[in-house]
């Protein structure tokens, strides 16, 4: 069955260290992948998105993400944080019609704590 | 750019009553969809919609009706509301199935 796995379900960095948040997928074609980012009382707002070539993505506010077909993964990085990057992070993973599945697929979600 | 807008913001009903949440959107995206996002957790797919006047069933249909009679709108009722599915209801919009997801602020259900 398609899924889209968050394995942490809260992590916790120091403000000013790099981050890293995992996502891992089970398809069976290579599907389209996005990470959104969820403040308190708000809804997703889409942080980046991968649909083909370069593996490395950028987003917004200096996020990347790095898509692994031999993993099967998809982690968020970023270089520094900010305690305003804390938040909660989905992982999402959708497949064209025809290739198996059209729905998107959330993952369960990694809430980040930035600590001073 | 566009926007989601959802209505109520709080809505607050009876046990057993049928309430009426209202989604506009003015991206003119053909797909629309509605999750229900419980307290600390992921989102789960209630309804989406292709497009005016589609509608498709998500994981957790049951107990809830949807309409799309517009393009720009999605609306979803709760057929009777019950404790347990206190939530935030988030609608969203896309080009297409595929495509990213934009979503709407929510909106907050309490049952009394």
């Known amino acids: 069955a398609q899924s889209v796995t968050q394995p942490d379900a809260r992590v916790t960095v120091s403000e000013g260290a790099s981050l890293q948040l995992r996502c891992k997928y089970s398809?069976?074609?290579?599907?389209?992948l996005f990470w959104y980012v969820q403040y308190p009382r708000q809804g997703l707002q889409l942080l980046l998105k991968y649909y083909s070539g370069d593996p490395v993505v950028q987003g917004v506010n200096s996020f990347e993400a790095e898509f692994s077909k031999s993993n099967s993964s998809f982690h968020l990085q970023k270089a520094s944080v900010h305690w305003s990057d804390s938040a909660v992070y989905f992982c999402a993973a959708s497949l064209l019609p025809g290739t198996g599945g059209y729905k998107v697929v959330f993952g369960s979600g990694t809430r980040l704590l930035v600590s001073p | 750019g566009g926007i989601i807008t959802q209505t109520p913001k709080f809505l607050i009903g009876q046990e057993g009553q049928k309430l009426t949440l209202k989604c506009q959107q003015n991206?003119?995206?053909?797909?629309m969809y509605w999750y229900r996002q419980d307290s600390g957790k992921g989102l789960r797919l209630i309804y989406y919609s292709i497009t005016e006047n589609d509608l498709q069933k998500g994981d957790l249909s049951e107990g809830y009706d949807a309409s799309r009679e517009k393009k720009s709108s999605f609306s979803l009722t709760v057929t009777s509301a019950q404790k347990n599915e206190m939530a935030v209801f988030l609608c969203?919009?896309?080009?297409?199935?595929?495509?990213?997801?934009?979503f709407g602020p929510g909106t907050r259900l309490t049952v009394l």
């Open positions: 991206f003119n995206h053909d797909t």
């Open positions: 969203a919009s896309s080009r297409d199935r595929v495509a990213e997801q934009f």
């Open positions: 398809y069976s074609a290579t599907p389209y």
